[in-house]
Each structure stands twice: as structure tokens, then as C-alpha cells.
């Protein structure tokens, strides 16, 4: 069959709260909790999201560990031994400044109100030296709740959440931590990776790992979490070895998102003026997100040796490397790219994410996005449900192609509804068992971006 006329794009609706509701309406995103009125902060993904989520790690995964022989990837434990939070520098300085409206009790972070005013509050500044600049400052601060602006004294409020693992006095004398950052996981097993494989320097360590933060605010849906995930990559190397290395993973990084299909238009460098503690260097790939404009997807930091020196300090175990070939012991540096999953998750869903106004009149919404990507690659419908010997041949196709692909069989509803169905979620390939399936075993396939259809035998979809 011939390819519809051209098809008008509209993106010019496209908000996060079109997301937001999107994402909730097609089972992708839901509020944490939402029974219970539901929980700031956490999100849960739904069947099309899990799907899409995994897909994104096996790319990534593609990328970073299968296709690079240096790299291995672990799993390394949430809980970890409460010293390595204090080397990490997490429990010392991992704090944003809070200050608080006397009149509602409505919580902000001073330094971003700071910013706004165009005073920079550097994150190495004491608690004393933050309160002199919102001294100077804080009755221009309008409170969003209830207009006044009367602001209590800053406070550095720290990011670590804790639990009362193995405390059983409850007395909470050594919290354990739960995970600020997954990267420490990595840095942790450093040795141990040393001891048992055969990873010369330079090599890499990815992982995938949960983590939580005491945000303030969490806001903005899935872009500012209190639990989230972080896919982390350690790039361990000579020290001084750094200024190639990072120039090359940097530019991987970014066309990873252009290779699976980000609009470049939609993608940018931002490199951090003010650094944090661990870092020599850093840079953001960002996304221009519909309502909040481009912000921060992943984070490459050039991170030095601070963190294995910091773990042989406070563990007392030597961290040295030794090559074997030439002699030389040394502290690995490291460059790392870190990028929180349900960030890259909504850059994939809001580029993919298109209205558009059909020939015929009316609108059909499509995910965009790259087959690999794609939570269902084939639907499987009959044409009718009323004539059983085409829904039979229809749920074979479906466990055929079932037992490769991620697939759907659906018989409900009119033709037309079921291909709309599949475009919102972004399913590439219907496949349509029909009379002529009959009589000549011919399968009808159609295409969610052209909306073409041409005959195929099953066998060539495997
Ligand atoms: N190990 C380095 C590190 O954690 P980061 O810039 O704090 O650096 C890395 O975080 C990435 O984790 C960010 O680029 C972002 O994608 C994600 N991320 C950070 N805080 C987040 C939050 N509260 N909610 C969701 N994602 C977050």
C-alpha cells in the first residue's frame, strides 16, 4: 500500500505537563505511592516505562561495556561501611544551604535564591560566610506561598539519607548510610577488580546503581528525584593522563544521545564554572526539556586521584597500581560519566514525543523512538476479532515472534484505534493477520512512522 501524504508535525504543544500526563495515562511513569496520596520525590515505572528504562541500559550497556574490551561492569551493594561516606567527603560537605519562611514554613535552597539575585554563593562557602551574603540579600526574596519575606538564618542541611540498618537500640549512634552517589560502589571494588581480572590501566568500570538524596524540593518530575538511579562509568588511568581521555569520552558520550536518535538541535555542552569538591574538571551534557528549558542529563567529571586517595586515607589500605611492565606505582586518576537514568529516560520520551495533524484530518500522537529503544518492537493484531481461524493464526504469529521480540497482541477494538494505540507507545511494527493471510500466508506490516504497509512472510521478521 502507497505512504500517506506528508504529515504535519505539531510540537509546538509539546509541554512536561503533556508528558507528565502521557506518561501516566500510557502506563510509562506513576507517582510513588499514589494510593496513599503518594510520596515527593519517588516515582514508579509502569509496564511500557520498565520496558523502555531497560532498553535504555542495555544501549547504554552496549556502549560502554560490550563494545569496549577495557570496561567490566559490577553490582556492588547499596549499604555500604559508613567510613566511606565520611571519605567520600558526603557526610563533611555534601549539603545544600536551607532557609525558611517564618511566616509558612516553606523550605528554599539559598543559594539558588542567591542566584537568582545574581549573587554566586560558591559551595565551599562556610555556613557563616553564606549567612553575611543573605543577610545582604534575603529580605528581596519573595516567598511563593505566601508573599512575605522573612527568612530565617541559612542552614546547611546534608543530602545523606540514613537508615537504622543494625541499629537495634534505636539509639542511631552510626547511621548507615543509604547511597548519595553509586559511583563509590566502583571505587570501593577498585582493588579488588586490580586482583582478579585482567584489567591493565587504562580500563574502565561501569555500573548501574540506586541513589538517594534529601532534596529539598524535589521537583520537576522525574528530573529531580529523592531516589533515583545513576548509570556510572570510572575511567581508571596514568595520573596526568587525563587531557586526551576525557576529550574522547566526552565526545562518545554526546553521540551516543545523537545515535539513538536525539534531535541536535535539542542537546549542548555546558562546562561547570564552580566546581564541586572532587573535581578538576567538569562538563554537562544537556537536554532542552519542553517547560524547563536545557538542563543537566549526564555529568563528566574529571575527578583526579581525590577519590582512591581519600579511601586508602581513611581505609589504611595501600590503593596503589603497579604496572607489572614497567615498574611504576602510582594512584590512578579518574574520569567518570554519570548520568541519572530517569533524567535520560524523560530525553529519550520528550524527543521521541510527537502530535501530529494527519491528512485525513485529525491528530495521532507517536513515540518517535529508535526501534532498539522502542518498549514493544512488534504489535500483533487479527483484522477481526469475530473470525477465529484469523485470530488463531494471529496468536501464532505473536508466539513466534514473541519468543525474539518484545511484542503485544491486541484484537480489540477497530483497526484504526489498535495502530493508534501502538503509535502513542511507539511500537514500530504492526503486523496484521488478514484474509489474504489465508490464502497465501502473506502477513500485513506496517510501518508507525510512514504509516506505510507491505506483505511479508513471518520468517523475515526473525
Ligand atoms: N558521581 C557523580 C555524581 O553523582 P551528580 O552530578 O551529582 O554527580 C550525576 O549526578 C547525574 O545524576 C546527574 O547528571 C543527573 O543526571 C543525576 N541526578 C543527580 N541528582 C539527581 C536527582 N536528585 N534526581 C534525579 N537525577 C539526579
Not at 507517582?31 to 542495555?58: T, V
Not at 549567612?131 to 519575606?149: E, F, G, H, M
Not at 489474504?436 to 504509516?451: I, K, P, S, V, Y
Amino acid at each position: 500500500m502507497k505512504a500517506k501524504e506528508t504529515i504535519k508535525t505539531d510540537k509546538a504543544s509539546k509541554t512536561m505537563d503533556d508528558i507528565i500526563s502521557f506518561c501516566k495515562r500510557r502506563g510509562f511513569v506513576y507517582p510513588g505511592s499514589e494510593i496513599y496520596g503518594g510520596l515527593g520525590g519517588a516515582y514508579d515505572f509502569g509496564p511500557y516505562g520498565s520496558l523502555l528504562l531497560n532498553n535504555l541500559k542495555n544501549a547504554w550497556r552496549k556502549a560502554v561495556v560490550r563494545t569496549k574490551p577495557n570496561y567490566v561492569e559490577i553490582d556492588s551493594a547499596m549499604f555500604k561501611e559508613p567510613k566511606t561516606w565520611v571519605a567520600s567527603g558526603h557526610v563533611g560537605g555534601f549539603s545544600d544551604p536551607l532557609a525558611e519562611c517564618k511566616k509558612c514554613n516553606v523550605r528554599v535552597r539559598v543559594d539558588k535564591e542567591l542566584g537568582a539575585l545574581g549573587v554566586h554563593a560558591d559551595e565551599k562557602m562556610s555556613e557563616e560566610e553564606l549567612n553575611t551574603l543573605w543577610d545582604a540579600n534575603r529580605k528581596k526574596v519573595i516567598c511563593q506561598k505566601c508573599k512575605s519575606n522573612n527568612w530565617t538564618d541559612a542552614r546547611m542541611f546534608n543530602l545523606l539519607v540514613k537508615s537504622n540498618l543494625g541499629d537495634f537500640t534505636g539509639e542511631g549512634k552510626t547511621p548507615v548510610y543509604l547511597p548519595g552517589e553509586a559511583c563509590q560502589g566502583i571505587y570501593l571494588n577498585y582493588k579488588n577488580i586490580v586482583d582478579t581480572t585482567r584489567m591493565k590501566i587504562p580500563f574502565g568500570v561501569a555500573q548501574i546503581g540506586k541513589a538517594f538524596r534529601n532534596e529539598i524540593n524535589p521537583r520537576n518530575f522525574l528530573f529531580r528525584c529523592r531516589e533515583f538511579e545513576q548509570a556510572d562509568t570510572q575511567y581508571f588511568i596514568k595520573p596526568n593522563e587525563n587531557k586526551e581521555a576525557y576529550e574522547k569520552i566526552r565526545e562518545e558520550r554526546f553521540n551516543w544521545y545523537l545515535g539513538l536518535g536525539i534531535k541536535p538541535e535539542n542537546l549542548r555542552w555546558k562546562q561547570h564554572e564552580h566546581l564541586v569538591f572532587y573535581a578538576k574538571d567538569a562538563w554537562d551534557i544537556e537536554y532542552n526539556f519542553p517547560t524547563y528549558g536545557f538542563d543537566e542529563v549526564e555529568g563528566i567529571h574529571d575527578r583526579t586521584d581525590y577519590d582512591l586517595q581519600q579511601h586508602m586515607k581513611y581505609s589504611g589500605v595501600d590503593l596503589h597500581y603497579l604496572d607489572q611492565t614497567t615498574g611504576e606505582k602510582y594512584v590512578p586518576w579518574i574520569l567518570e560519566t554519570s548520568v541519572g537514568m530517569g533524567r535520560m529516560f524523560l530525553t529519550f520520551l520528550c524527543d521521541a514525543y510527537t502530535v501530529e495533524t494527519l491528512p485525513e484530518g485529525g491528530e495521532r500522537t507517536v513515540l518517535r523512538l529508535k526501534e532498539e529503544l522502542a518498549p514493544i518492537r512488534y504489535a500483533v493484531f487479527p483484522l477481526v476479532k469475530n473470525k477465529p481461524e484469523l485470530v488463531a493464526r494471529a496468536k501464532e504469529v505473536y508466539e513466534v515472534l514473541a519468543s525474539e521480540h518484545m511484542c503485544e497482541f491486541d484484537d480489540n477494538g477497530n483497526i484504526g484505534k489498535r495502530y493508534r494505540r501502538q503509535d502513542e507507545i511507539g511500537t514500530p511494527h504492526c503486523v496484521v493477520v488478514d484474509y489474504q493471510t489465508m490464502e497465501d500466508g502473506t502477513l500485513a506490516l506496517r510501518d508507525r512512522d510512514t504509516m506505510e504497509q507491505r506483505r511479508v512472510r513471518v520468517e523475515e521478521l526473525l
